[in-house]
Protein backbone atom coordinates (compact mmCIF):
# COMPACT_ATOMS: atom_id res chain seq x y z
CA UNK A 1 0.00 0.00 0.00
CA UNK A 2 1.39 3.43 -0.81
CA UNK A 3 2.16 5.89 1.77
CA UNK A 4 0.77 8.96 1.07
CA UNK A 5 1.14 10.72 4.99
CA UNK A 6 4.42 12.36 5.55
CA UNK A 7 6.95 10.00 5.92
CA UNK A 8 10.17 11.90 5.74
CA UNK A 9 12.36 13.21 8.64
CA UNK A 10 13.44 16.58 7.95
CA UNK A 11 11.40 17.25 5.04
CA UNK A 12 12.45 20.63 4.65
CA UNK A 13 16.29 19.91 4.64
CA UNK A 14 15.30 16.63 1.90
CA UNK A 15 13.76 19.34 -0.30
CA UNK A 16 16.68 21.55 0.17
CA UNK A 17 18.98 18.55 -0.60
CA UNK A 18 17.22 18.15 -3.73
CA UNK A 19 16.93 21.92 -4.99
CA UNK A 20 20.62 21.74 -4.45
CA UNK A 21 21.34 18.78 -6.54
CA UNK A 22 19.70 20.42 -9.28
CA UNK A 23 21.72 23.79 -9.01
CA UNK A 24 23.59 24.81 -12.38
CA UNK A 25 22.27 21.70 -14.52
CA UNK A 26 20.54 22.87 -17.78
CA UNK A 27 16.67 21.77 -18.43
CA UNK A 28 17.63 18.87 -19.58
CA UNK A 29 20.06 17.75 -17.22
CA UNK A 30 17.25 18.53 -14.20
CA UNK A 31 15.16 16.08 -16.12
CA UNK A 32 17.38 13.27 -16.81
CA UNK A 33 18.60 13.52 -13.11
CA UNK A 34 15.00 13.07 -11.68
CA UNK A 35 13.96 10.22 -14.13
CA UNK A 36 17.48 8.75 -12.97
CA UNK A 37 16.16 9.11 -9.74
CA UNK A 38 12.40 7.74 -10.50
CA UNK A 39 14.11 4.94 -11.45
CA UNK A 40 16.53 4.39 -8.48
CA UNK A 41 13.61 5.02 -5.97
CA UNK A 42 11.21 2.99 -8.26
CA UNK A 43 13.83 -0.21 -8.00
CA UNK A 44 14.43 0.51 -4.05
CA UNK A 45 10.23 0.39 -3.47
CA UNK A 46 10.29 -3.22 -5.59
CA UNK A 47 6.24 -3.70 -5.53
CA UNK A 48 4.90 -3.36 -8.95
CA UNK A 49 1.49 -2.56 -6.98
CA UNK A 50 3.12 0.43 -4.85
CA UNK A 51 4.11 1.32 -7.83
CA UNK A 52 1.42 1.21 -9.90
CA UNK A 53 -0.66 3.60 -7.03
CA UNK A 54 2.11 5.95 -7.19
CA UNK A 55 2.09 6.57 -10.75
CA UNK A 56 -2.33 6.87 -10.51
CA UNK A 57 -1.67 9.35 -7.49
CA UNK A 58 0.91 11.17 -9.51
CA UNK A 59 -1.10 11.23 -12.71
CA UNK A 60 -4.07 13.26 -10.32
Do not use: Q
Amino acid sequence: MLKTEPNIPDPDGFYDELLRIHEGLSREESEALNARLVLVLANHIGDRAVLAEALEAAWG
